[in-house]
């Protein structure tokens, strides 16, 4: 959703044993908020066109990202180079819209509901970062490419097959929010209910 949310991912690559399992880490979280201003419901929308954070051509409402980094250990088995050892660290960013505490009691409960389907949508995305890096982590722990002295193409030879999970994700993140910005859509609905009020 390029015009109204954004979705972006930054992922940057280091490198763990075949034993270390999926389920020895935790992601975490970071929430960054822009402010916006307004009275009512369709005020904060508008401010929320000029104040989005910039994703693609526009500005979106919402926007999901990750910070993405491993700890790896290549060894060499014979003439095969194997990657024994992948866990990574990930820290999934979330940056939504912060309107004014003061608001009148019946903008208040819109906002409430329209950022309640927000965060609603962006943790979706959070989610398929997560499964994500789970499925780059299965993968990656016990890789091996035979004939690989000095262990120099098994990191190309990676990078190809995680950059296809990477797309795989990018592809599902734009699917939902092509579903989520349709006409009628979940995205467009929480909008319509807030611009014009309870």
Not at 41 to 64: C, D, F, K, N, W
Not at 138 to 154: E, M, Q, Y
Request: overall charge positive; some cysteine.
């Amino acid at each position: 959703m390029r015009t109204i949310f954004g979705y972006a991912l930054a992922a940057l690559g280091l490198m763990l044993p075949a034993a270390a399992a999926a389920t020895d880490w935790q992601p975490s979280e970071e929430v960054k908020a822009y402010a916006i201003t307004g009275r009512t419901g369709m005020e904060l929308y508008r401010s929320i066109g000029e104040h989005g954070p910039q994703a693609g051509s526009g500005r979106v409402i919402a926007h999901t990202t990750f910070k993405l980094t491993w700890t790896r250990k290549y060894e060499q088995q014979g003439s095969a180079c194997t990657l024994t050892y992948a866990k990574p660290k990930l820290t999934i960013i979330y940056t939504l819209p912060k309107a004014p505490n003061d608001l009148p009691a019946a903008t208040k409960a819109s906002w409430d509901s329209f950022m309640a389907g927000v965060r609603i949508h962006e943790r979706w995305h959070g989610e398929t970062i997560i499964e994500m890096v789970k499925e780059i982590e299965t993968l990656s722990n016990g890789f091996s490419v035979p004939d690989d002295p000095g262990c120099k193409k098994i990191r190309p030879e990676l990078t190809v097959r995680l950059g296809e999970l990477s797309n795989k994700q990018r592809q599902r993140g734009r699917d939902f929010d092509r579903v989520e910005m349709s006409e009628g859509g979940n995205i467009q609905q929480l909008i319509l209910k807030l611009v014009n009020g309870p």
